[in-house]
């Protein structure tokens, strides 16, 4: 079963500070990373993905991504109390376009 | 541009009744993926649906059935609900296999609860 890990947290960061979430997969045929952001009650929505090694900045978010190490992360910059939610790490298996989630990483972000 | 969704968004079953929740994917997708989410867990991936066939399942028992119509909407069916099937059912909508790289379009969820 391949798997995708996070720490489930909560990661607890004061407005303005970056929260730094991190995510480990265990197949090395993956290709592409997701990030998605879930809300209490809500679905998830999708704020990022990642195919090539190092960084992809998108607004207030940055993207990490190392396949030796089979890693991924994502930094929110300037957090804010909207940005408490839950964080999904996503990644397909290698030769399938389907992804598995992980658990998911809680955010709280207090003023 | 519509988006997914899902009905009903609640309900309630009790143990050994069967439910059917519904999707229609956002214009312009062609394949729909069922997803179950716990509380406190990642989406598992149930099974995905692609010109009106299963083309993927996970690990889930034969009791949890789908279809895809021509419309592309979609429907899962769970035969004989046991307790521990109380969660989000999450249809996602994303581009066809050949333009696909993973990424998912989630409807607002079906909050199945069984007592």
């Known amino acids: 079963q391949k798997e995708v890990e996070q720490n489930s947290g909560p990661l607890s960061v004061p407005e303005g500070a970056i929260a730094s979430l991190n995510c480990t997969y265990s197949?090395?045929?993956?290709?592409?990373f997701f990030w998605y952001r879930q809300y209490s009650g809500k679905s998830p929505e999708l704020i990022m993905s990642?195919?090539?090694?190092g960084d992809k900045e998108d607004g207030r978010f940055t993207a990490q991504l190392n396949k030796a190490s089979q890693y991924v992360s994502l930094l929110i910059r300037d957090s804010q109390p909207s940005d408490s939610a839950t964080y999904l790490c996503?990644?397909?298996?290698?030769?399938?376009?389907?992804?598995?989630f992980g658990r998911g990483t809680s955010l709280i972000v207090h003023p | 541009e519509t988006g997914v969704t899902q009905s009903p968004t609640h309900l309630i079953k009790t143990r050994g009744q069967q439910v059917t929740l519904r999707c229609s994917s956002q214009s312009g997708h062609n394949t729909v993926s069922w997803y179950q989410q716990a509380l406190g867990q990642g989406p598992q991936f149930i099974f995905q649906?692609?010109?009106?066939?299963?083309?993927g399942r996970g690990n889930f028992p034969p009791r949890f059935s789908g279809l895809q119509f021509p419309n592309y909407s979609s429907e899962l069916n769970v035969n004989a609900l046991e307790l521990d099937d109380s969660a989000l059912y999450l249809c996602?909508?994303?581009?066809?296999?050949?333009?696909?790289?993973?990424?998912?379009?989630f409807g607002e969820g079906s909050r199945l609860t069984v007592l």
């Open positions: 996602a909508s994303s581009h066809p296999p050949g333009q696909n790289t993973g990424e998912l379009f």
């Open positions: 649906y692609y010109r009106e066939e299963e083309n």
């Open positions: 197949d090395r045929g993956s290709q592409s």
């Open positions: 996503a990644a397909p298996n290698g030769g399938s376009y389907i992804p598995t």
């Open positions: 990642i195919y090539s090694n």
